[in-house]
């Protein structure tokens, strides 16, 4: 067995560290005493304390050298030059957008396996094990490298949970990497606000599908979400549409998110939807077909049409309220 | 400008997929194939471009034999050229195995100027080729584009964020990797398709390519395969105009409301 540390990338966006990092600094904790992560960001400062109070036993700070380049060709650099310091057991990345972009690099410059979709990581006899769900979820696959050297393990956010870790901590400064091939300049930056709470916080998502019939629909989803201090979500269907942005996407290309109610308007329920929202605690779906595979996943399943059901749960909500 | 398009052919997903009970690889031999309804954004981006810039597409797979069909498909919606690459020491390759091979193949065909993917592919989806590909090419990459367009230092693609997108520009060579809905995938023409069929479609082995069994050489293994805990059933109702009385009473319950 490889008794080296386990190495966490750990975002930092807009000077804080991404959830999804902080997530995997925990597990790597549960696994490991030895937990080295890279923070790396255009602003790092003061990140080690969250990074370690997560569970890092070590963490390196890297700053971004130039801000209008894209963050992951320049991290996974950084990571490639640690690897090669510490000889960890196992390589960590969240799989948000900059995470998949600084894993393929990074397979590439230390020769390592990847792993991706992980849903869970445990140790079985020396060996970190990671889970994942293939075909909608139906089939958990148990997967793992076969040789003594490490691979990247790409994990979905949402997988862990954070614990509060107290121990001590190296800090260290990283120079930033200079044998970067990346020439892409980063020209503007724009965010698509939405009001409310966000996606993946919100203890409701509202989410709507093809069955809505016609992107002005989706009205109706806003309301309900904002009556329930939800947020809205999509499928990918109406998302590919133009019917709204992809910030709403929930799926396996899209946002996980496991709010208390997901209610699902409109959506059939592709495995390409439900590994998204499939960790919902509760699920709501409305749908005009009765053999849409939702309804396998639903605690409530109403087979009629949104646009006869939504308005008249908005209304009795606002009854409720009004006598409330 | 030359541009690259890289392609797969996956088990048509309309149809429930199944291991192979020996191997936990994908039952592909039997099944009906298609070409990755993701990478067909990848092949309109690839045409887009070629036609505002007067240039040659090719499309690269790699795949057993029958992923012609896929390649044919590319062909008839007017992709010039077509290189499979097919091993049998391929079987079950693991992404980085996949690039290797893809970044070979470019090479071999003579270089490019751009290189178009999808995000990953929609049966295997490990997501990580198109900046794989980069890195072995020495290139730039624009991932996650929602639009290509010629201009800016090279290519200018909108970029994905996690909170919105980023307008990002890259001079060449440069790999992109397209998202689902980019653009509206043409459908072939009759034209297209009969066209289709005298278009170059070449077979490349590793040998070809110059790549040896450690090149290729997995260090990934599945060590088993269960069926997930069936969630018990839920209350399903029809609405016959009480099922939104229902809905809120539920989400009284969960005290959401």
């Known amino acids: 067995m490889n008794a080296g540390p386990i190495l966490v990338f750990g975002e930092v966006e807009d000077g804080r560290a991404a959830p999804v990092s902080l997530e995997l600094a925990s597990q790597a904790r549960r696994l490991s005493d030895a937990v080295v992560v890279l923070a790396y960001g255009s602003s790092t400062e003061g990140v080690d304390k969250a990074f370690a109070s997560a569970g890092a036993s070590a963490v390196h700070l890297a700053e971004h050298p130039v801000a209008d380049r894209l963050i992951g060709p320049f991290a996974a650099a950084a990571m490639a030059s640690l690897v090669g310091a510490v000889s960890p057991r196992a390589i960590l990345i969240g799989a948000t957008y900059t995470g998949r972009d600084v894993a393929g690099r990074l397979a590439v410059r230390a020769r390592l396996g990847v792993i991706a979709n992980v849903i869970d990581l445990m140790d079985k006899d020396g060996r970190l094990v990671a889970l994942n769900t293939i075909f909608g979820a139906t089939q958990i696959v148990e997967s793992g490298f076969t040789s003594s050297s490490p691979g990247i393990f790409l994990v979905r956010p949402k997988s862990f949970e954070v614990a509060a870790h107290e121990g001590d901590v190296a800090v260290s400064r990283l120079e930033p990497p200079t044998d970067v091939q990346d020439s892409a300049r980063i020209i503007e930056s724009h965010s698509e606000t939405s009001t409310g709470p966000g996606l993946e916080e919100a203890p409701v998502v509202v989410s709507g599908g093809r069955g809505l019939g016609d992107a002005s629909n989706f009205a109706l989803l806003t309301e309900l979400a904002r009556l329930t201090h939800g947020s809205v979500g999509a499928s990918r269907a109406v998302v590919d549409a133009g019917w709204v942005p992809y910030s709403m996407q929930v799926g396996q290309t899209g946002k996980t998110v496991k709010p208390t109610v997901y209610i699902a308007c409109g959506i059939s329920g592709a495995m390409q939807h439900t590994v998204g929202m499939k960790g919902a605690k509760n699920i709501i779906a409305i749908n005009r077909d009765q053999d849409a595979p939702i309804f396998k996943l639903a605690d409530l399943g109403v087979v009629g049409d949104c646009l006869t059901v939504l308005p008249k749960v908005i209304e009795e909500i606002k009854a409720r309220q009004q006598q409330g | ?257």
């Not at chain 2, 307008?167 to 459908?187: D, E, F, H, M």
Request: include cysteine; hydrophobic fraction near 45%; charged fraction near 20%.
């Open chain 2, 1 to 257: 400008m030359n541009i690259t398009v890289c392609v797969k052919q996956i088990p048509d997903q309309s149809i429930p997929s199944e291991l192979l009970p020996d191997s936990w690889r994908l039952r592909r031999a039997d099944v009906n194939a298609v070409l990755d309804p993701g990478d067909e954004y990848a092949v309109e981006a690839a045409l887009k471009l070629a036609e505002a810039t007067g240039g040659e597409v090719t499309a690269v797979s790699m795949g057993p034999a029958r992923a012609d069909e896929a390649l044919r498909k590319a062909l008839s919606m007017g992709v010039h050229k077509a290189i499979l690459v097919t091993d049998d020491a391929l079987e079950g390759a693991a992404a980085l195995v996949t690039a290797r091979v893809l970044a070979a193949a470019i090479r071999k065909s003579g270089g490019t100027d751009v290189v178009i993917t999808g995000t990953e592919s929609t049966d295997g989806y490990t997501g990580v080729v198109p900046q794989a590909l980069a890195e072995l090419l020495g290139s730039s990459s624009l991932t996650f584009a929602k639009s290509v367009e010629t201009g800016g230092e090279g290519i200018t693609i909108h970029r994905q964020t996690d909170t919105g997108y980023q307008i990002v520009t890259a001079p060449l060579p440069v790999v992109v990797s397209v998202t689902a809905g980019a653009n509206q995938p043409r459908y072939p023409s009759l034209k297209g398709i009969m066209g289709a069929k005298s278009k170059p479609l070449e077979h490349w082995s590793l040998a070809d390519l110059g790549l040896d069994g450690e090149a290729v050489a997995s260090s990934q293994r599945v060590f088993s395969v269960v069926a997930a805990p069936e969630k018990q059933a839920g209350e399903l109702i029809s609405d016959d105009g009480t099922a939104a009385g229902r809905i809120v009473e539920f989400l009284a319950q969960l005290k959401v409301i």
